[in-house]
């Protein structure tokens, strides 16, 4: 079974631009969960999806935002970049909630706002 | 901001040794899982321990979970330089995954 792969690996952007990032999950799962790693704040939850519904949503502002598609396919899309936003996003995918099923984890985008 | 909190923040040991990392939480919770992460690629699940389990194995991996303490800790027996990697734990409980900033295990062949 294929594992969660993300779209695309790397990305430079610029200030002000905006950037979409896909998830296609493991086959079968219907749980997407976003994450940002940075060497500061480590890993901090965004948003999970679950069969196309925002189930929660961490403390992130309104330029990060996220859809799933009816395939389970997720997308983030984060708008006027700052810098800060220079991080390693990473995507997860559980059959059920997170809140009962183990999350596998994509290899992640790394995102980088010069 | 963070649930879990390893301790110690960086380990080095030689090959052969045995690794252990501790977590500490805040809350009570459904769930403590580990994963590793090589590098800044993506994390790997190792293993989940329930709160009403108290120790699991898996390979050379054994946790133990002390619900009372709200601490948890990971053993990695007979370590090898492919263990190399940052070790993070995170919680599961009425909110999604919480992770710690992660043991960064060191090992030295």
């Known amino acids: 079974k294929a594992g969660v792969t993300q779209t695309p690996r790397y990305l430079i952007k610029t200030r002000g631009q905006q950037v979409t990032l896909s998830c296609s999950p493991i086959?079968?799962?219907?749980?997407v969960s976003w994450y940002q790693q940075t060497p500061g704040q480590g890993l901090q939850f965004l948003f999970e999806?679950?069969?196309?519904?925002?189930?929660n949503k961490g403390n992130f502002p309104g330029r990060f935002s996220g859809r799933q598609f009816s395939n389970s396919r997720s997308e983030m899309n984060v708008s006027t970049l700052e810098l800060g936003d220079s991080a390693l996003y990473l995507c997860?995918?559980?059959?059920?909630?997170?809140?009962?099923?183990?999350?596998?984890f994509g290899p992640g985008t790394r995102l980088t706002v010069l | 901001s963070q649930q879990g909190e390893e301790d110690p923040q960086a380990l080095s040991i030689q090959e052969g040794e045995n690794a252990t990392m501790n977590c500490s939480y805040k809350t009570s919770i459904n769930n403590l899982q580990w994963y590793r992460q090589n590098s800044g690629r993506g994390l790997v699940h190792l293993i989940l321990?329930?709160?009403?389990?108290r120790e699991k194995h898996s390979g050379r991996l054994r946790v133990t979970l002390d619900t009372s303490k709200k601490s948890s800790s990971l053993l990695i027996t007979a370590s090898r330089a492919a263990d190399t990697a940052s070790y993070f734990c995170a919680t599961l409980g009425n909110t999604p995954l919480v992770f710690g900033k992660g043991t960064r295990l060191s090992v030295i062949a």
């Open positions: 086959s079968g799962h219907r749980s």
């Open positions: 321990i329930r709160s009403n389990e």
């Open positions: 997860a995918s559980s059959f059920r909630t997170t809140g009962t099923d183990t999350q596998y």
């Open positions: 999806y679950f069969s196309e519904t925002q189930r």
